[in-house]
């Protein structure tokens, strides 16, 4: 995924794999602890298997006993349906086992491409303690699939879900994200990929942020990204978003949201990332390499603001303070470490719609009585 690793090897994704070695590794997650899953997977198969012991083996040893007796007094309709009533249970049962199966094997590839490749397959992780913009959305936040590299810098790689409301209103929301670690902490910076927006132009990220803090760039870039940062920082994006990175972006990542916060870098998609397809894992490669070499320079930026901080607060500072010697640490002052979050229009406009259906709803039944 980066220089330092090892060229990249897609085959554990696609070719034949060993059901012993597959088993084997399995079993190997369930000491570990690593299998949270057995307990339900357990419970679904004994579900599955009470049924069958308890409806359809009596059944068929009726029907058995009936027309060896020679007295038969059932009928061939009725032959019919319990013969397909135990095909449907026999469907069920095998498609249950396939799926297992299959979730089996999905983590064992995965384990062996991560190997391959110079990374770790770390499987499920809950709540994963990351800054970024999904990661803090809803409730019974889980990262799947979790794949990451160590060098020359931490890469992760996770299919990601969460949930919103409760009881029958409830939603899961289904991401996937490529978290990189940065060098430095960076202002809050957001790039609404343009490509993947809803309908009339919505953004389909889970938080608005307002207009004022909409940056316009050069060159076709607005075209592929709308481009937010904090009010004050605009110079500071037009230092890091060069236009040789914002072609890196265009090229590799258009289809891609992007959020910069803190000392990471966050790309987020709606479909899987983390998967058994080498096609994405050969783009995903491309794309965080491509990307790692221009964002190495970040490493350099400063936040003026804190030395104009730190000589304020020096002892003695009268009026304007004087710019100190050294140069200003690493880090980012509180005004740009977070955008400010606004409120979709199209929200708005679908909830005044909403209500007022409802008013004149309640207005004409009380007319109509």
């Known amino acids: 995924m980066a220089s330092g690793t090892p060229p990249f090897d897609p085959t554990p994704l696609t070719a034949p794999v060993d059901r012993a070695e597959v088993?084997?590794?399995?079993?190997?997650?369930?000491?570990?602890?690593a299998l949270r899953t057995r307990w339900l997977s357990g419970a679904v198969l004994a579900i599955i298997g009470g049924a069958i012991v308890l409806f359809?083996?009596?059944?068929?040893?009726?029907?058995?006993?009936?027309?060896?007796?020679?007295?038969?007094?059932?009928?061939?309709?009725?032959i019919f349906f319990v013969l397909f009533f135990v095909a449907v249970i026999?469907?069920?049962?095998?498609?249950?086992?396939?799926?297992?199966?299959?979730?089996?094997?999905?983590?064992y590839r995965l384990d062996r491409f991560a190997r391959a490749n110079?990374?770790?397959?770390?499987?499920?992780?809950?709540?994963?303690?990351?800054p970024g913009m999904i990661l803090d959305q809803g409730h019974s936040r889980e990262a799947s699939d979790v794949v990451s590299g160590y060098r020359p810098r931490f890469i992760e790689v996770a299919n990601y879900a969460y949930k919103t409301g409760s009881g029958k209103s409830e939603t899961t929301h289904k991401w996937a994200y490529v978290a990189i670690r940065l060098d430095t902490p960076l202002p809050h910076i957001v790039l609404d990929a343009v490509g993947n927006n809803g309908l009339f132009g919505g953004s389909n990220l889970p938080i608005t942020f307002t207009r004022g803090q909409r940056l316009g760039l050069e060159g076709d870039f607005d075209k592929h990204f709308a481009l937010y940062c904090p009010e004050g920082y605009e110079r500071d994006a037009l230092y890091l978003f060069t236009p040789d990175v914002m072609a890196r972006f265009v090229d590799n990542a258009a289809a891609l949201d992007v959020?910069?916060?803190?000392?990471?870098?966050?790309?987020y998609a709606r479909r899987d990332l983390s998967s058994l397809d080498p096609r994405t894992w050969e783009w995903l490669f491309t794309t965080v390499q491509a990307i790692e070499e221009k964002v190495a320079q970040w490493a350099r930026w400063r936040d003026e603001r804190l030395q104009a901080s730190a000589a304020a607060a020096r002892p003695g500072a009268v009026g304007t303070a004087m710019p100190l010697l050294t140069p200003p640490p690493a880090g980012?002052?509180?005004?740009?470490?977070?955008?400010?979050?606004?409120?979709?229009?199209?929200?708005?406009?679908?909830?005044?719609?909403?209500?007022g259906y409802w008013i004149v709803s309640i207005v004409s039944d009380v007319f109509l009585r």
């Open 23 to 33: 088993r084997a590794f399995t079993a190997q997650l369930r000491r570990s602890g």
């Open 332 to 355: 980012v002052a509180p005004q740009g470490r977070r955008l400010k979050r606004g409120v979709s229009w199209l929200t708005v406009a679908i909830g005044v719609i909403v209500v």
């Open 118 to 130: 110079g990374l770790e397959w770390r499987g499920d992780v809950d709540d994963p303690p990351l």
């Open 56 to 78: 359809t083996v009596p059944t068929l040893l009726v029907l058995v006993s009936t027309i060896t007796s020679g007295e038969n007094t059932i009928s061939p309709v009725s």
């Open 90 to 107: 026999a469907l069920i049962v095998v498609a249950i086992v396939r799926a297992f199966r299959g979730r089996a094997e999905r983590r």
């Open 259 to 267: 959020e910069i916060v803190d000392d990471w870098l966050f790309l």
